[in-house]
């Protein structure tokens, strides 16, 4: 029997950082910021738009590669599509941006798609309504919630999905309370959640207190009871899998705060983690990767940034096998295996083409999973296992 076996454990790492539980590292590379966009794409997080040092709207963006904290510049967006408070996401392969505001007092209801193999912005059908900035957003299955945000008329309530299997927009029942703008929204297990920011009660300078959860089948919000951030807005956010992380924002004072909270899915165990390192900050974008808690661009003070930071979670942070799982092919059966290198309940292994295509899903329930893959077309294709994300290539070359 032919058997051969990958191993993913590579580069040489300097063990020694991962002592420094918050780290800078390369400054962003397109000037300091704030309010940027964030998506990610196949274990490569792209950050772009905000308002920079001058005041002006930005449409330039930037890669960022967490195997060697290098950022890369991508294409920007199209010219007069400069933008801050936009909302931002990746799906299938392909990164988006929809909504925002110009800088100076426009709001957009644009929507734009990112194709990192062809480095190109492309249009999207637009949102068939006013423009608007700072929304809440998430996905659940194929279809991507947009919610509040404000414009020239205030702080709105309405919501919005586009289906990605239709290519349309659908204008859903309106949120159960007055409007929400720079709160947070996340799903998880078909559910969505929303809380932070401020409403329309008080001439737009309300509070949302409480944490929404969002059934899709019936369109219904009711109050959860599960977690709460407070009354607070501006705050950064990442997820990876049942772990959901909260940094800073601005409290009803108006004190930056540099609170770092990770909340867990499953069970919503909210543990408070090491304080940030340096100065209070927000407009902050974050994203999570190989056991680390990114945090970058914002404005501290009136001082707009462009430092990069991290935080490890983990005490494994990027140690030992960098990337938790290992690779072996068994050429005889056309067979994939992977074996996990720690436990990762409830994340699930995804094999995605070039174009995030989802080729096959399988939840880690046990230490080793297999594939078959006798009908899989020859080519390169990416792995990914609870947000690590390695290529591989099948006939292997090896």
Same mark, same amino acid.
């Given at each position: 029997?032919?058997?051969?076996?990958?191993?993913?454990a590579?580069?040489s790492?300097?063990?020694?950082?991962?002592?420094?539980?918050?780290?800078q590292?390369?400054?962003?590379? @397109?000037?300091?910021?704030?309010?940027?966009?964030?998506?990610?794409?196949?274990?490569?997080?792209?950050?772009?738009?905000?308002?920079?040092t001058?005041?002006?709207?930005?449409?330039?963006?930037?890669a960022?590669e967490p195997?060697?904290?290098?950022w890369t510049?991508?294409?920007?967006?199209?010219?007069?599509?400069?933008?801050?408070?936009?909302s931002?996401?990746?799906?299938?392969g392909?990164?988006?941006v929809?909504?925002?505001?110009?800088?100076? @007092?426009n709001?957009?209801n644009?929507?734009?798609?990112?194709?990192?193999?062809?480095?190109?912005?492309?249009?999207?059908?637009?949102?068939?309504?006013?423009?608007?900035a700072?929304?809440?957003?998430?996905?659940?299955g194929?279809d991507?919630?947009l919610?509040?945000?404000?414009?020239?008329?205030?702080?709105?309530?309405?919501?919005?999905?586009?289906?990605?299997?239709?290519?349309?927009w659908?204008?859903?029942?309106?949120l159960?309370f007055?409007g929400?703008?720079? @709160?947070?929204?996340v799903?998880?297990n078909?559910?969505?959640?929303?809380?932070g920011g401020?409403?329309a009660?008080?001439n737009?300078? @309300?509070?949302?207190a409480q944490?929404?959860?969002?059934?899709?089948?019936?369109?219904?919000?009711?109050t959860?009871?599960?977690?709460?951030?407070?009354?607070m807005?501006?705050q950064s956010?990442a997820?990876?899998?049942?772990l959901?992380?909260?940094?800073g924002g601005?409290?009803?004072?108006?004190?930056?705060?540099?609170?770092?909270?990770?909340?867990?899915?499953?069970?919503?165990?909210i543990?408070?983690?090491?304080?940030?390192?340096?100065?209070?900050?927000?407009?902050?974008?974050?994203?999570?990767?190989?056991?680390?808690?990114?945090?970058?661009t914002?404005?501290s003070?009136?001082?707009?940034?462009?430092?990069?930071?991290?935080?490890?979670?983990l005490?494994?942070?990027?140690?030992?096998?960098?990337i938790?799982f290992?690779?072996?092919?068994?050429?005889?059966?056309?067979?994939?295996?992977?074996t996990?290198?720690?436990?990762?309940i409830?994340a699930?292994?995804?094999i995605?083409?070039?174009?995030g295509?989802?080729?096959f899903?399988?939840?880690?329930?046990?230490?080793t999973?297999?594939?078959?893959l006798?009908?899989?077309p020859?080519?390169?294709?990416?792995?990914?296992v609870?947000?690590?994300?390695?290529?591989?290539q099948?006939?292997?070359?090896?």
């Open positions: 029997m032919r058997f051969l076996f990958l191993s993913l590579f580069l790492l300097d063990f020694h950082l991962v002592a420094q539980i918050w780290q590292i390369s400054d962003y590379p @397109g000037g300091a910021r704030d309010d940027a966009a964030h998506f990610s794409i196949n274990g490569i997080h792209y950050v772009g738009t905000g308002r920079g001058d005041f002006s709207c930005k449409g330039d963006f930037y960022f195997m060697s904290s290098n510049a991508i294409a920007a967006l199209p010219m007069w599509q400069e933008r801050q408070y936009t931002a996401f990746g799906y299938g392909n990164g988006f929809v909504g925002g505001e110009n800088c100076l @007092g709001y957009f644009t929507f734009l798609k990112y194709s990192p193999t062809t480095n190109i912005w492309t249009s999207m059908p637009d949102l068939p309504a006013a423009g608007r700072g929304c809440e957003h998430f996905i659940i194929s991507l919630y919610i509040g945000g404000r414009n020239n008329s205030g702080t709105l309530n309405e919501v919005w999905c586009f289906h990605f299997d239709t290519n349309t659908e204008q859903l029942n309106n159960p007055n929400c703008w720079r @709160g947070l929204a799903a998880y078909n559910f969505g959640y929303l809380f401020r409403t009660d008080l737009q300078t @309300g509070w949302n944490t929404w959860s969002y059934e899709p089948s019936t369109d219904t919000w009711t959860f009871s599960g977690f709460e951030v407070g009354e807005m501006y956010m997820q990876t899998d049942s959901l992380f909260i940094f601005v409290d009803t004072n108006d004190q930056t705060q540099v609170d770092l909270v990770q909340i867990n899915l499953n069970n919503l165990q543990d408070t983690l090491t304080p940030f390192a340096a100065s209070p900050r927000k407009g902050c974008v974050a994203f999570t990767s190989l056991g680390y808690f990114y945090l970058t914002g404005i003070g009136n001082e707009r940034l462009q430092e990069t930071w991290r935080y490890a979670y005490s494994n942070a990027a140690v030992e096998s960098i938790p290992e690779l072996g092919i068994n050429f005889d059966k056309k067979q994939l295996l992977v996990l290198q720690q436990p990762m409830e699930h292994v995804h995605l083409d070039l174009q295509r989802q080729m899903s399988q939840k880690c329930s046990q230490e999973l297999s594939f078959d006798t009908e899989l020859t080519g390169i294709y990416f792995i990914e609870g947000g690590y994300t390695k290529r591989f099948w006939p292997s070359s090896i």
